[in-house]
């Protein structure tokens, strides 16, 4: 008889323990921040308004695979971020993810399974976090904005954190031959109003890292 394979998207909030947490402190507090600092020259700037509870969503502008393990370190709470369900099919980088606490979704659509996890990450001790622009974005524009971080936020009852990263995407090998900011905004309040809550996502966006909008539609030159 096969082994019933495991559900990577409905994650239970024990899921989200102190083994977990152990080693996404161990892997992205100290391996990730000895890289950033000596290569990259991390400056993180909005620490302070980071809420001393758990009630709010940490939502990062997206340019690297770094972006991910920086702010699970940068952050003073374990942060489970979204992956693609294909990255699951993958043995050892299942093993890796599913440890740093990550879980799988279906980018096309959130379905059941994804919100009774995000409702259950908010049942432990830890924080949900989502790249609104949902993949990779080019640097110096924001653009292909998803509304879904803002039904989870309303479903959630759960303030926004918006989190300007630049320089993740920038390749660099050599001490100190990068530069990476990291700025912290302040949390948008809970609001059932989506809308508001993205277009003020993506305002605070724009002026922590100085990119400019742009709509998916038009041309990127």
């Not at 921040?33 to 290569?39: F, N």
């Not at 009852?157 to 989190?163: E, G, N, Q």
């Not at 990291?182 to 809308?195: E, F, L």
């Not at 993205?198 to 041309?219: D, M, N, P, R």
Request: hydrophobic fraction near 40%; charge should be positive.
């Amino acid at each position: 008889m096969s082994k019933e394979k495991k559900n990577y998207s409905n994650r239970p909030a024990s899921t989200f323990n102190k083994y977990r947490a152990f080693f996404q402190i161990l892997v992205c507090k100290f391996f990730y921040m000895i890289r950033l600092k000596l290569v990259y020259r991390l400056k993180v700037e909005g620490l302070e308004n980071v809420p001393e509870d758990n009630e709010y969503i940490v939502c990062p502008n997206h340019l690297s695979t770094l972006d991910p393990p920086m702010i699970a370190g940068i952050m003073p709470r374990r942060v489970s971020f979204m992956a693609k369900k294909e990255l699951f099919d993958i043995r050892f980088l299942r093993w890796w993810i599913d440890w740093l606490g990550a879980f799988a979704v279906n980018r096309e659509s959130l379905g059941p399974s994804t919100i009774k996890t995000v409702l259950n990450i908010k049942k432990s001790e830890w924080v949900f976090g989502i790249f609104p622009q949902g993949t990779r974005g080019e640097p110096g524009i924001i653009s292909h904005v998803s509304k879904g971080f803002a039904g989870l936020a309303k479903i959630t009852k759960c303030a926004v954190l918006p989190v300007g990263i630049v320089g993740t995407n920038e390749v660099k090998r050599l001490p100190f031959t990068g530069q990476i900011i990291v700025k912290i905004g302040k949390p948008i309040p809970y609001s059932d109003d989506t809308d508001s809550v993205v277009a003020k996502w993506t305002e605070a966006i724009q002026e922590l890292t100085g990119f400019k909008y742009v709509e998916a539609e038009e041309k990127i030159s």
